[in-house]
């Protein structure tokens, strides 16, 4: 099965930063990542396909890249809705994996 | 508007069975392959099962196979997962997700079924 890590698994952030998380697969995977955003009580939004393709309806302060191991998704200025849990997924192979998740909080 | 909405979760005894179902709405259900995620409490999602729009192509999370069967009605508009000899481990939230396209990434989900297995 392929493994997905992310970093950090948890960060805290301001309004207005600029935010980075990174998700690692244990092999190659093109650019078959999807990233999502989960608050809490609630089920998953999916912001970014294919490593960098913006979902419809997604705010363009979010971006993916990234491709095989190494992946980003970057908020180039965070909002107060943006405080919740990232999720990255691979679908290269089955079993689709997620990764652990990293929750982001406010500062 | 795309709309999911599954029912069926509850407690039920280790060894036991429950049968989930998600109604689909506001999109062509019979073009769309469908999965099954979940996420136990606390935790993070995992993936559990997908079946082709036709129902010719079916996947597993190992851990389940030969536990759950994922199934369809496209004249119904409806997903099942039919969970036998449930485990303390399948205790979660199920979503039932929409694929995007033919694409195994996920653009819809429901609001979950809880599934609780404990004596």
């Known amino acids: 099965d392929i493994q997905l890590t992310q970093s950090p698994s948890f960060l805290s952030a301001s309004v207005g930063d600029r935010v980075t998380i990174t998700c690692r697969a244990s092999?190659?995977?093109?650019?078959?990542l999807a990233w999502y955003q989960q608050k809490a009580g609630k089920a998953p939004k999916l912001l970014i396909h294919?490593?960098?393709i913006l979902q419809t309806g997604v705010p363009s302060r979010f971006s993916g890249s990234g491709s095989e191991t190494e992946f980003t998704l970057t908020i180039t200025s965070l909002q107060p809705e943006d405080f919740a849990t990232y999720y990255c997924?691979?679908?290269?192979?089955?079993?689709?994996?997620f990764g652990p998740g990293t929750k982001v909080e406010i500062k | 508007e795309v709309q999911l909405a599954e029912s069926g979760g509850g407690l039920v005894q280790p060894g036991g069975c429950l049968r989930l179902?998600?109604?689909?709405?506001?999109?062509?259900?019979?073009?769309?392959?469908m999965s099954w995620v979940r996420q136990a409490p606390g935790k993070g999602l995992e993936w559990v099962a997908s079946?082709?729009?036709?129902?010719?192509?079916?996947h597993y999370l190992d851990s389940v196979k030969g536990r759950f069967t994922i199934s369809r009605d496209n004249a119904k508009n409806s997903l099942y997962l039919q969970m036998n000899s449930l485990r303390a481990d399948d205790t979660a939230l199920y979503y039932c997700?929409?694929?995007?396209?033919?694409?195994?990434?996920?653009?819809?989900w429901g609001q979950g079924t809880l599934v609780t297995v404990s004596s």
């Open positions: 179902s998600c109604a689909a709405s506001g999109f062509s259900f019979s073009s769309n392959w």
């Open positions: 092999q190659g995977i093109n650019n078959y």
């Open positions: 079946i082709k729009y036709d129902g010719s192509v079916i």
């Open positions: 997700a929409k694929l995007l396209g033919t694409v195994t990434t996920y653009d819809s």
């Open positions: 997924q691979q679908r290269n192979l089955y079993p689709v994996t």
């Open positions: 294919t490593a960098s």
